[in-house]
């Protein structure tokens, strides 16, 4: 173990004279937790909807107050009142408009004659996420325009009552689990596997091998030198990423013990991982162009931004494999559900094995030669 300490040792002496580095690894996560965190996830307000109403009678009048009662506080969305639907639809092409609500000449005679009157949301389907909004909202108010109170003598309809388990959780503390990973995959990254590679590109790598000390040794050294830089980074988040998210009691000490026991054995995973890929490359650009790759193939698939379930067969393939995944996972129960180390067993132990099996591959495939 003393030549392992060694190895360690020099290492993180020579990452301490980096401060750049060291900032530049921990900081990027952090920033794209807060940017990515407030552009994502957010109630979509302030659309701008254009009403054309062609019938002007009392129950289209109706329909129009009950979308102004709903807006009052949501301020979903802005309408603003056409004459001509012709206009109104031009104005949503060239973009001024998100959506285009249509009440057809006929709806109130419709309505009075009970012959399944109409409305027509005309919306811009380029933007999923602002289509979706519109329609819910429509869905809503023309449920409860055709909602009648229930006749004497007849059961009323069934309601369903919405429990929820936990506190409402922002998207920001949606993404500060996966934010956690990122922070110890970036340290792995550049901490670990792209100053590997540049040790041999400038021959240090040299002066190991004319040592006595064996591949395990060397090996050992190099990941957990890297994993005590990932567990410092992924600790820095974790604190700070708490108190940003707004976490319920962010220094809770028990909270604070499991989470750092998931991160060591993420930091020791994914630095296994890193060094496993890297054990044959000699080339210090490699890394750096894997890097983007790496990230997408790995942050992306894990649930970290959107749930895995809506995922096609091939990525949730991906994610069933993936180190990420799981890390994400435990995170997510320990940060936002606050859980015991009970419910993210399962996650800590494919880690483990991860690790395990990562270092004995890259043992296996280490050549001490040049």
Known sequence: ?????????????????????IIVSMIFPLVQLVVLGYAFGGKIKHLKL????????????????????????????????????GRALTDLRNGRLNGVLNIPPNFSRNVLAQNSPQVALVEDNTDQFVSS??????????????????????????????????PYVPYIQYLLPGSIALSIF?????????????????GLHEGY?????????????????????????????MTIGSVIAGIPEPF????????????VATAL???????LIMVRVSDPLIPRAV??????????????????????????????????SYAVHAFKCLLLKNTGLSAVYGDLAYLAVFAVLSMALATALFRRTL
């Open 1 to 21: 173990m003393n030549r392992v300490w060694a190895l360690i040792e020099r290492d993180l002496r020579r990452f301490r004279r980096s401060p750049v580095l």
């Open 50 to 85: 254009g009403v054309v109403d062609q019938d002007r009678q009392v129950t289209a009048l109706k329909l129009r107050e009950m979308l102004s009662a709903v807006n009052v506080n949501a301020e979903t969305v802005l309408t603003i009142n056409y004459d001509d639907q």
């Open 133 to 166: 909004t519109l329609e819910g909202l429509f869905n809503g108010i023309v449920t409860a325009y055709d909602e009648k109170a229930p006749q004497p003598h007849q059961a009323a309809e069934a309601t369903l009552s919405i429990v929820e388990v936990y």
């Open 186 to 202: 970036v340290m792995v990254m550049i901490g670990g596997g792209i100053i590997f590679i540049d040790d041999k590109a400038r």
């Open 209 to 237: 091998l004319v040592t006595p000390i064996s591949k395990l040794e060397l090996i050992l050294g190099f990941n957990l030198s890297g994993a005590i830089k990932a567990i410092l980074s992924g600790s820095v988040l």
């Open 252 to 263: 809770d000490p028990l909270r604070l013990a499991r989470m750092s026991i998931m991160i």
């Open 269 to 275: 995973a994914l630095v296994s991982m890193m060094f």
């Open 291 to 324: 890097f983007g790759v790496l990230n997408t193939l790995l942050f992306f698939p894990s649930g970290a931004v959107y749930p895995v379930q809506a995922f096609p067969a091939w990525m949730r393939a991906i994610s069933t494999v993936d180190p990420f």
